[in-house]
C-alpha cells in the first residue's frame, strides 16, 4: 500500500501552500494543486492573476518563495526542467531556420545531432498538418502552421508534463478555433499530462478535464470545475455553455 509520504512522488504535479513574490508585490498565494496522470487541467483567471507565474514555477524557471513544487518527483529547478516541455505563448521560431529545423531544435538541445533529429521529427509533419512545408522558412508560413511547428517541437522531446502558456492567444478567434479542436485531437492520439494556461473560458472548457478559476493578484485557487465531459466535444454543446458559464460567474464574483 502507498503511504502518504511516498504519494506525491507518484503524481506528475503537485503544489502545495504555493506562494511568490517579486519584492513587495505578491503574485500567487497559497496555491495548492495535484494533477492526475494524463489529466488536461486548464487554469484561467484575470490579467496579473499570475497564471503565467505559476507555469515558470512548474517548469523550473522560477522557485517559489514559499511551498512546494514537485514535478514526478522532482523538487528542485533543474531537475523539474527534465521533466517537463513549455510552449510559451509566443511561437519563437527562428528566422533562419526552416520549420523543420525549429521542430527539431528540442532534440538538438538535448544532444542529438542536427541530422539524426531532423530525421526524427520529419515523420510527424504529415501528423501535423504539416506536409509540404518542412523547408519553409517562420516568415512563410500562417500563424496556425508556425504553433503547430512550436507544439511539435514542444512534444518531440518526449517529456511527460506539457506546460502550455496561452498557446492561441495571439489567433486571429477562426484559427483558434481550427487550432483548439486540432489539439484536442492531437492529445486524444498521444495523450499527455498537461497543464494549460488560457485566457478563454470557451477553450478551457472545451479542451479540459478539469479548468482552476484563480482570483485577482495574488492568485488564489477560487473554483475547480471538472468538465466531465466525454470526447471529442463540440463548442455547440449546451453542457460546454453551462460550465463556461459557472467559470465566468466565478471570475466575476
Known sequence: MQTEAEAPATEPLSLENVTRRYGE??????????????EITAVVGPSGSGKSTLLELVAGLQEPDGGSVRVNGATRAAERREECAFMPQRDLLLPWRDALGNAALALECQGVPRAEARRCAAPLFERFGLAEF???????????????????????????????????????????????????????????????????????????????????RPGRVLAELEVG????????????????????????S
Open 134 to 216: 518542412e523547408r519553409a522558412r517562420p516568415a512563410e508560413l500562417s500563424g496556425g502552421m508556425r504553433q503547430r511547428v512550436a507544439f511539435l517541437r514542444t512534444l518531440l522531446p518526449g517529456r511527460p508534463l506539457l506546460l502550455l502558456d496561452e498557446p492561441f492567444g495571439a489567433l486571429d478567434a477562426i484559427t483558434r478555433a481550427d487550432l483548439q479542436e486540432w489539439l484536442a485531437g492531437m492529445l486524444a492520439a498521444e495523450p499527455r499530462t498537461v497543464l494549460l494556461v488560457t485566457h478563454d473560458v470557451e477553450e478551457a472548457v472545451f479542451l479540459a478535464d478539469r479548468v482552476l478559476v484563480l482570483s485577482p
Open 25 to 38: 508585490l505578491t503574485a500567487l498565494a497559497g496555491i495548492d494543486l495535484r494533477l492526475r496522470q494524463g
Open 229 to 252: 465531459l466525454p470526447r471529442p466535444r463540440s463548442v455547440t454543446d449546451p453542457d460546454l455553455a453551462l460550465l463556461r458559464r459557472e467559470a465566468l460567474e466565478v471570475l466575476r
